[in-house]
């Protein structure tokens, strides 16, 4: 079977730093030390683009999943927080409010493998701490806020250790997109021989201890710290002792704690044997910048100092961290409006779970298995090019999945299978049957392959696709057949639920178009197939509409192309399942290219129904097989402006998904 080849619904495009700098205002500064010469993009995400995988030394050395692989659950509660972060299994653990931690100070303590992320901007953690202890390893902690556990009038915290985050010898960690304010001691300790950590795109405010990395005589740790803002803090910004490499850049420190100490209100500190590199960062009137012990290196480039005092300290060679990892610098003068807007909790991150296939989850299913009944956020399964066999199935109780094909075309991501309705109907039959509501498939093609002419059963049909759910959404996709190809349902006769197929290839010969949905094909390629008749080679479609349902199928602005001879393809038929009187067909294919195959006479009758009690028509078409006859109802102008995409989408809720 053969197919038009996709094209890709959306461009890429990476917003260049320099621009957005220019675009808020910033005028030109000059860098302190030797600038970084450019460099091409390369994997990292930039500060604009969160990605769902850590750059830097966290992705070294088998990298750092999190929760990858494991259930994903969504927590509201102390209890919860704490039973799944300790949990054995991998979780993906969403944070979906603000989480009052009791008594005052206590720690949460997070095992390996686990992904703790806000959703949106309401994940917060309040008067606790995370706690990884030693050996604990693989674990991503992203977009929370983390607060108020100081003490009032314990400013130095000396007798407290109510840390925010605290890494106790852990590797593979990644901490990215969180807000830490007002936490006594220090708002994240990474200590004793932690290693292959990165901190990104947090922001730290309100605080003396802020970020301390070291508690051991061991040279080990390798730490990337990169687009974090420092804001009203005094010391450790971060300090970081005996780091076998310790990374540093894009960072922007400002408003230093003005407490008139002359020592310990400081900026970065590269303590005992560490090797630090800081590149591209922006100081904004900062007492002691950087600062290295006489055993450590320093090597400083680019970065812009404002109002700048104190020590500047740069000595030794330290490391190049090119050796280890791709990264892009912004410029230091970019640097502040992009950490503003950019670091901290947002609301794009947490709202949209990606689970990879197969990198995380060996198949689909395992894939759609992971995601809770009820699930209230949204989940993408990112499929990887390459052919699944297998059926997938999409339970009721699971809306809000997207089904991502990431190749560069949609051929490239296939799910495919070879049932027939012989074994369990049309719901056994289909490669893929989507029961939940909101859910979306894009940029990939689903197929039944089931091979009609080695069998002989009573129920050939193969359905590649069978949806009962409402606001179900195809972009970019194919659907490859026979008989049944995609079949658009309700969960029953008098329940509306609505298809919107966009972009996208249909194949099939027999009533491969078919069921009583409310579904529009819009911008579009339909193949009606030769089964080498030469009289009759099949029918496009089937609706069985309900008859309180003004809207079954719309085929608009698409093209029908077939390899049929001329004058063999219908259409479409009336179907009445199991012979129910009230399942009056609804059709309109308007503004679409017929072709020469398309009889002249193109709707037939249907089990003893006859087409013309159902509701079929034309409007505007055009090609060889779009010929107006006596035996082509045309729907007239009037008529016509009530029975646009929007009329068919909208329902009660105002669905508009063609707007995208």
């Not at 009038?153 to 969180?178: E, M, P, R, S, Y």
Request: charged share 20%.
């Amino acid at each position: 079977m053969t197919h038009l080849r996709s094209k890709r619904l959306l461009a890429r495009a990476l917003a260049a730093a320099t621009a957005l700098a220019a675009a808020l205002g910033l005028g030109a500064q000059a860098p302190a030390g030797a600038a970084e010469p450019p460099r091409p993009p390369d994997t990292a995400a930039h500060a604009s683009t969160p990605a769902d995988r850590p750059h830097g030394f966290a992705s070294l050395a088998g990298g750092t999943t999190g929760g990858a692989g494991g259930r994903v659950v969504t927590v509201r509660t102390q209890a919860d927080l704490a039973k799944y972060a300790a949990a054995d299994e991998p979780y993906i653990i969403r944070v979906a409010t603000a989480i009052d931690v009791a008594p005052f100070g206590a720690n949460i303590v997070v095992a390996s493998d686990k992904t703790i992320v806000g959703v949106g901007t309401k994940g917060e953690l309040v008067h606790g701490e995370l706690h990884l202890n030693p050996g604990t390893r693989n674990v991503i902690i992203r977009n929370l806020t983390i607060r108020d556990s100081a003490v009032e009038g314990n400013w130095d915290c000396k007798d407290t250790d109510f840390d925010g985050i605290q890494l106790d010898t852990a590797d593979h960690v990644w901490i990215d997109h969180n807000r830490f304010s007002n936490i006594c001691d220090g708002q994240l300790d990474i200590r004793k021989d932690s290693d292959y950590i990165t901190v990104s795109h947090n922001q730290f405010k309100n605080n003396n201890k802020t970020f301390g990395i070291g508690w051991t005589p061991n040279v080990q740790t390798k730490i990337t710290i990169d687009h974090n803002w420092f804001g009203n803090t005094k010391q450790r910004n971060p300090s970081a002792d005996n780091c076998a490499y310790a990374h540093l850049y894009n960072n922007y420190l400002s408003a230093q704690v003005d407490d008139g100490d002359p020592v310990w209100s400081y900026g970065n500190y590269a303590r005992g044997r560490t090797k630090m590199v800081i590149e591209n960062s922006y100081y904004d009137g900062v007492q002691h910048p950087y600062q290295a012990d006489d055993t450590a290196e320093l090597v400083q480039r680019g970065s812009v100092l404002k109002d700048t005092t104190g020590r500047h300290d740069t000595r030794g060679t330290a490391f190049d961290p090119h050796a280890f990892y791709p990264y892009r610098l912004d410029p230091a003068a970019a640097v502040p409006a992009l950490v503003k807007k950019f670091s901290g909790p947002q609301r794009t991150l947490g709202t949209d779970t990606v689970l990879h296939v197969p990198a995380d989850y060996p198949t689909v299913q395992a894939a759609v298995d992971a995601v809770p009944a009820g699930n209230d956020g949204a989940v993408t399964l990112a499929l990887a090019p390459g052919t699944y066999r297998e059926q997938v199935r999409v339970p009721a109780t699971k809306p809000r999945i997207t089904f991502l094909g990431t190749g560069e075309d949609r051929a490239d991501t296939v799910i495919v299978y070879d049932t027939p309705n012989e074994y369990g109907g049309s719901s056994g039959s289909a490669t893929v049957l989507l029961a939940a509501n909101d859910t979306t498939a894009r940029h990939l093609t689903f197929v039944n392959d089931f091979d009609e002419a080695a069998h002989d059963l009573n129920s050939e049909q193969a359905l590649a696709m069978k949806t009962t759910g409402d606001r179900i959404v195809f972009e970019d996709t194919a659907f490859k057949g026979n008989q049944d190809t995609l079949m658009t349902d309700s969960p029953k006769l008098d329940t509306i639920s609505r298809v919107y197929v966009r972009d996208s290839y249909v194949e099939g010969d027999v009533d491969f178009i078919y069921g009583r949905a409310t579904t529009v094909i819009e911008d579009s390629v339909i193949k009606a197939l030769s089964r080498g008749s030469d009289t009759n080679n099949g029918y496009l479609t089937a609706p069985s509409t309900w008859k309180g349902n003004p809207y079954g199928f719309l085929i608009t602005g698409s093209r029908v192309i077939s390899d049929a001879p001329a004058g063999t393809f219908h259409l479409g038929r009336p179907w009445h399942p199991g012979g129910e009187p009230d399942a009056i067909g609804q059709i309109l294919i308007r503004d679409t290219e017929l072709p020469a195959a398309i009889k002249s006479s193109p709707w037939t009758d249907m089990g003893g129904f006859s087409w013309r009690d159902a509701r079929f028509s034309e409007y505007r078409n055009t090609g060889p097989g779009a010929t107006v006859t006596a035996d082509r109802p045309q729907m007239s102008d009037a008529d016509a402006a009530r029975h646009e995409v929007a009329d068919y989408l909208r329902g009660t809720d105002g669905w508009a998904p063609y707007r995208r």
